[in-house]
């Protein structure tokens, strides 16, 4: 199957991610059928994708005829075959467990053809895994997007032990349709690549609070007026290749180099998260957030708005909206 002949989708699971998926789809012109297990989720995912719709017309990313034709596209349903009899592409959004995954994926080759893709959006379970009972794996890959899926532009796609590359390349160039930013793994690896440096970056964040050589607002202030300003602009390799002047990332390399030796010697590398941390973390959240001027976000609502209106910003300029 082309990406072309991708003309409608279901997402299955309505959740966080699942009603983000949904909006994007929606906003792009595609049908979809949202479902979910229980009619109250629906009934909030229906509120969540209108909210995102309304940001997106204030924001002036949709007009008022948009946002009610992208209304118009959804259909929600608690029938897995109504959800998924009809589409080409499946966006799993179901809790993060293997279990259900395999529930899920159960349920809905009753009612799919072979050539509909299923694509999940595990935050790094293997697909392999995903997979092991399906009667047609090679549709199975994983499309792990970042929170938001309707702004943020990444998608890795992996492939478990049977997918097919035509499953991959479909999807691929599906979202690429969409205006999304796909990278695919040449390799499973749990947790992909963007949770594993987000995770790594966070490990270090735990040992320094913990260590007491800051708190968790100073934290947040390192990243976000330091390295995270950069990383919104290009990557890591590219911010090196400028920091090595006239000698590019290899220069940087060599200059800085035996002293990262040090520091990586010096910092941590367990790999189980200290119990107290959760608590720690949320008083210096709960901190953080009254510290801040009003306009800037103090509660989780205002946040995600000032959150949003900034990726907006940002996504204009790297040219994605
Ligand atoms: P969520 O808990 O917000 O949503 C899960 C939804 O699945 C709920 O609406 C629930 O009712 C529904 N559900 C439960 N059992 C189901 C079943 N058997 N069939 C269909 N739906 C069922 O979770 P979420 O944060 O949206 O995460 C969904 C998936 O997306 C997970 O695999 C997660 O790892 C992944 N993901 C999450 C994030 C994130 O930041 N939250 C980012 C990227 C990927």
Redesign the pocket.
């Known amino acids: 199957m082309k990406a072309t002949e991708i003309k409608k989708i279901a997402c299955?699971?309505?959740?966080?991610?699942?009603?983000?998926w949904a909006t994007n789809f929606i906003m792009k012109g595609y049908p979809v059928n949202v479902?979910?297990?229980?009619q109250e989720?629906l009934e909030?995912?229906k509120s969540n994708i209108d909210n995102n719709l309304k940001f997106l017309f204030e924001e002036k990313i949709l007009t008022a005829e948009e946002v009610e034709k992208a209304k118009s596209l959804v259909n929600y349903t608690t029938s897995?075959k109504e959800a998924v009899s009809d589409v080409q592409f499946i966006q799993?959004?179901?809790?993060?467990r293997y279990e259900?995954?395999h529930?899920?994926l159960d349920?809905l080759e009753k009612y799919t053809s072979p050539e509909t893709i299923y694509a999940?959006?595990?935050?790094?379970?293997l697909i392999t895994e995903i997979a092991k009972n399906a009667k047609h794996p090679e549709r199975c890959i994983g499309a792990?997007?970042?929170?938001p899926?309707h702004l943020i532009p990444l998608v890795e796609l992996s492939k478990g032990e049977k997918s097919s590359e035509e499953a991959v390349k479909t999807a691929s160039d599906f979202f690429k349709l969409l205006g999304k930013e796909p990278i695919t793994l040449q390799k499973e690896a749990l947790g992909f690549i963007s949770n594993r440096l987000q995770v790594a970056l966070y490990r270090e964040v735990i040992e320094l609070v913990m260590r007491g050589v800051c708190t968790v607002e100073d934290i947040d202030k390192a990243v976000c007026f330091g390295p995270g300003l950069r990383y919104g602009t290009m990557g890591p390799n590219l911010i090196f290749q400028l920091g090595g002047g006239p000698h590019g990332i290899k220069g940087i390399m060599k200059h800085i180099g035996p002293s990262v030796e040090l520091w990586l010697n010096d910092m941590a590398s367990w790999t189980k998260v200290p119990e107290e941390w959760a608590d720690i973390a949320h008083e210096g959240v709960v901190e953080e957030m009254a510290n801040r001027e009003p306009e800037f976000g103090q509660n989780n609502e205002d946040l995600t708005k000032f959150r949003d209106r900034m990726l907006i910003d940002l996504l204009k300029l790297h040219k994605k909206l």
Do not use: C, F, R, W
Not at 35 to 38: E, N, R, S
Not at 92 to 96: D, F, H
């Open positions: 299955i699971g309505s959740g966080v991610i699942g009603a983000s479902y979910d297990i229980k989720q909030l995912a897995m799993e959004s179901g809790p993060e259900i995954k529930a899920i349920e999940s959006s595990t935050s790094g379970l792990h997007p970042y929170n899926p």
